[in-house]
């Protein structure tokens, strides 16, 4: 194993000093936590639902890449694909509560759900009023070795993206919970490894691959997917992972889509681009329009390398609009494709 670190058990504080001494344009680290704030002039300048996210480490740069104005108010890190403890959940609440409540957005597993639910119970002694939007994207397999139910994976970008926008335009709690519930609702992904993640505390890959090989239905956590298959070319790796998200659409052809071709950490951008062009390419010869794309690292496993496919039915125009809002987070860029 080969990492650029210093101790193993000290990658979480170490990174998140790093990066909030790196970018403190956008983000502060709250005192005694892993968790991060917003740091712009523009937070709590007017009264808003706090948004927040959070989960294990490993995935950057979400959660705290995409803390800042437009996006997420706060981020709690936990230990490498370890989920945060109930009290750093806590201090992220307290930290952006204005008054009108606090949206978190959660992943699908067991640890995320019970951990961000007990601090949710913390923050009613202070009569703070909290409500959670699962996220359940993956659809690659129906209960994992760390879920009941669909996992939470690389979807959630475009769930913390619109409710972020969406509190920015000053929708209500209420309000933000039921479009939460249904842009994740309409988001649907699958991933693909061709070689596992390294954990730095394991000191190996999570799994073998033959050098043929790819693991399809890979989660963000070397979790097993739905089996090993023969790396295919671009062009029909594409068009198997298309067939895996429309089906999940009653009606495939009565949406426009967002589309996320999302490396999980050791892919080069040059292969995400051929393929997000071949997806594009497959799409188009299906008669599915697209109106939104992103393409790159935004759901990382560590150093796994593969890709996943996000698509997002867009049901209502303003889910288009609050994509294409202005963000600035360290993760998310300004560099939306309008069209």
Do not use: C
Not at 241 to 265: C, Q, R, S
Not at 294 to 303: H, R
């Amino acid at each position: 194993m080969k990492k650029i670190i210093n101790d193993p058990g000290d990658i979480v504080p170490e990174m998140i000093a790093g990066l909030t001494a790196s970018y403190p344009q956008y983000l502060k680290q709250i005192p005694e936590t892993t968790a991060v704030v917003r740091n712009d002039a523009a937070f709590k300048q007017h009264a808003k639902v706090g948004v927040i996210s959070g989960g294990g480490s490993g995935h950057e740069p979400l959660h705290a890449g995409y803390v800042g104005q437009g996006m997420l108010d706060a981020a709690v890190a936990g230990q490498v694909f370890t989920s945060p403890t109930p009290d750093q959940i806590y201090a992220a609440i307290k930290a952006v509560n204005q008054g009108e409540g606090v949206l978190m957005i959660v992943k699908n597993y067991s640890g995320d759900v019970m951990n961000f639910d007990m601090a949710k119970d913390l923050a009613s002694v202070d009569d703070i009023k909290v409500e959670s939007v699962v996220v359940d994207d993956d659809v690659a397999v129906k209960d994992s070795l760390y879920t009941q139910g669909r996992r939470g994976v690389a979807g959630t970008i475009f769930v913390e993206k619109i409710l972020g926008a969406a509190s920015e335009a000053g929708l209500g709690l209420d309000a933000l919970k039921k479009l939460g519930d249904a842009v994740v609702k309409n988001t649907k992904s699958f991933a693909v490894a061709l070689h596992a993640a390294t954990v730095p505390e394991v000191g190996k890959p999570g799994f073998d691959l033959k050098p043929d090989e790819i693991e399809f239905g890979v989660g963000i956590h070397n979790e097993p997917g739905t089996g090993q298959e023969k790396l295919p070319t671009s062009k029909v790796l594409a068009k198997q992972l298309i067939g895996k998200l429309t089906v999940e659409f009653k009606d495939p052809k009565a949406h426009k889509y967002a589309v996320l071709v999302n490396g999980m950490g050791a892919t080069p951008l040059s292969e995400q681009y051929i393929f997000m062009g071949d997806v594009l390419n497959e799409l188009h010869a299906q008669g599915l329009e697209v109106s939104f794309t992103k393409v790159g690292n935004y759901v990382t496993s560590l150093d796994m390398a593969g890709v996943s496919l996000t698509m997002l039915a867009l049901d209502e125009a303003q889910w288009l609009t609050y994509l294409n809002a202005s963000a600035h987070t360290v993760g998310w860029g300004d560099t939306d494709v309008k069209r």
